[in-house]
């Protein structure tokens, strides 16, 4: 029996990565909802950044930076939102420059970029409706962030990290940095073309619907070598893989609705993206793309009408010409203007 048990622990230490993820993701999305939040869904987004290969614990000092300076940071969206959303000529350059500054601030921890970038984007686009919706939308933002770190910390608790999860995941990151040498001007202007277009669309037609969609593309769109190492179609069948558990997790629930099964349905799905995540395999990266494609798709549905289930499938092509856009438009720039610096 002591000889089983020994056994499970030290299957449990081999998978910890996986187990910790999927906790963490799974206890993050049903805590926010449990709470009645708003967007709840985008709390397991949040919690993934976290949890993903690689990311070791935070420590308490780095959390409470990251809610302060996220809380900060949303405040100017908050300003923009509420002082310039009547001037589209100002603040549309402003939305530009903010692209600009997101990629080209590479000493700010990447997780802190995206953030400042999605709540300075989404704050003005949610106040086109109502002003007051800005404060409302960095409230639930900040709350949903601050369940993700409660949560990944409690993750990191109970299957602790181990050094070794790190070391060949950073000797790969270091590998790949010393051999991409960037002038980071030019990947920020990159990434600003690629980026604006779509902002700007979203803006012009007002599609306050499509808010998860648009958090999915700045999600997607701060990675300027998306598609690279055959991501680009490797990420349209994620998108495709996440979108469709998605839409058959929403019509079990539609047959059977209960909290229990949609708690279970989650533990399933995320399961298999957990799984593929960690891998080792070359792909693994695209299916962080497909489990976000899942929280995406589940989030319509629960902010969504009755509706929900004629409009998935729409939703899932908007995600699929995002990825494909946003995956062939940085092909394109990089090409035009290659940010990389030769040294022959």
């Known amino acids: 029996m002591f000889a089983k048990l020994g056994r499970l622990s030290v299957a449990i230490k081999a998978d910890a990565p996986i187990l910790r993820c999927l906790f963490g993701v799974t206890l993050s999305l049903v805590t926010a909802t449990s709470l009645g939040y708003a967007i709840p869904h985008i709390t397991a987004v949040f919690a993934l950044m976290f949890l993903e290969v690689g990311k070791r614990p935070l ?12 809380g900060v940071l949303g405040y100017f969206g908050v300003l923009v939102g509420n002082y310039l959303i009547d001037y589209p000529l100002v603040i549309l350059p402003i939305l530009a ?10 000493s700010v921890p990447l997780v802190v970029r995206l953030l400042f970038l999605m709540l300075t984007v989404l704050i003005p686009f949610i106040s086109m409706k109502a002003a007051i919706l800005g404060d409302v939308l960095l409230l639930a933002m900040l709350l949903n962030l601050i369940v993700a770190l409660v949560m990944v910390r409690l993750s990191f608790f109970l299957f602790p990290w181990q050094e070794s999860e790190t070391t060949e995941y950073f000797k790969e990151e270091k590998k790949q940095a010393s051999s991409l040498d960037l002038n980071l001007d030019k990947l ?13 669309l979203f803006y012009l037609f007002n ?6 969609t648009l958090v999915f593309v700045l999600i997607l769109g701060l990675d300027p070598f998306i598609y690279r190492s055959k991501k680009g179609t490797a ?28 708690i279970l349905l989650v533990l399933s799905i995320g399961f298999f993206f957990a799984i593929n995540l960690f891998s080792g395999k070359k792909i693994a990266p695209v299916f962080k793309i497909g489990f976000n494609t899942f929280f995406v798709v589940m989030g319509t549905i629960s902010t969504s009408s009755n ?17 494909l856009y946003v995956t062939m438009a940085f092909k394109m720039m990089n090409k035009l203007n290659n940010p990389q610096i030769s040294h022959g």
Request: proline share 2%.
């Open 307 to 323: 509706e929900a289930g004629n409009t998935l499938w729409e939703r899932l092509l908007q995600i699929g010409l995002a990825i």
């Open 235 to 262: 990420l349209l069948l994620a998108n495709v893989i996440g979108g469709v558990a998605g839409i058959l997790a929403y019509n079990v629930l539609v047959v059977a609705p209960s909290y229990l099964l949609y």
């Open 188 to 200: 920020a202007f990159n990434g600003m073309i690629v980026l604006f277009p779509l902002v700007f």
């Open 207 to 212: 599609a306050n619907i499509a808010i998860l």
């Open 97 to 106: 420059l903010v692209i600009f500054w997101s990629f080209r601030w590479v």
């Open 59 to 70: 420590g308490t000092k780095k959390e409470i930076l990251v809610v302060l300076a996220i």
